[in-house]
């Protein structure tokens, strides 16, 4: 993937050059007539079009913003409620993930959702143990996050 980025952007300095213009405008012709180039020779790089997993990187943003403001409403729906009505929990979730890295970033993107936190990982860093500030369902809950966060690490690693 950074080699096709930095192959991308020699062509754009490139066209640059031959235009003999280094204004925005001609960087930018360039870079797009070298992405369209790299997309047709895709099938001689090793890996995927890097294009594809900086789409994938732009989900797995999108999809963590979006939890992140569906679970500050619950949690802000919990502190307002005037009856105290949760079911706080630890539940187990077996993860499908590999390399240090990607459970990593799966920890940190459950803790960094409000309402949830990862109390411990296993020691086959198979089993990520969850605290959830109330949960109705733990197998709603897993599915959940096997399905958001799980699915789009996955896309962006591999």
């Known amino acids: ?22 204004q925005l405008n001609t960087f930018l012709i360039g870079y797009l007539l070298g992405l369209l180039i790299i997309f047709i020779m895709r099938r001689f790089f090793p890996g995927r079009f890097y294009l594809a997993k900086v789409f994938a990187i732009i989900k797995l943003v999108l999809i963590f913003i979006r939890e992140l403001l569906l679970s500050n409403i619950a949690v802000l729906k919990v502190v307002l409620s005037p009856k105290l009505s949760i079911r706080p929990g630890i539940f187990a979730l077996q993860t499908e993930l590999r390399s240090d890295w990607e459970i990593t970033l799966l920890s940190h993107l459950i803790t960094l959702t409000p309402g949830t936190l990862v109390v411990k990982l296993s020691e086959d860093n198979k089993t990520l143990y969850i605290h959830a500030i109330d949960i109705e369902e733990v197998d709603d809950a897993i599915n959940s996050i096997k399905q958001s966060f799980e699915k789009a690490i996955m896309e962006v690693s591999r």
């Open 1 to 22: 993937m950074a080699f096709q980025i930095l192959l991308n952007f020699f062509m754009a300095f490139l066209w640059m050059f031959f235009e003999s213009s280094f």
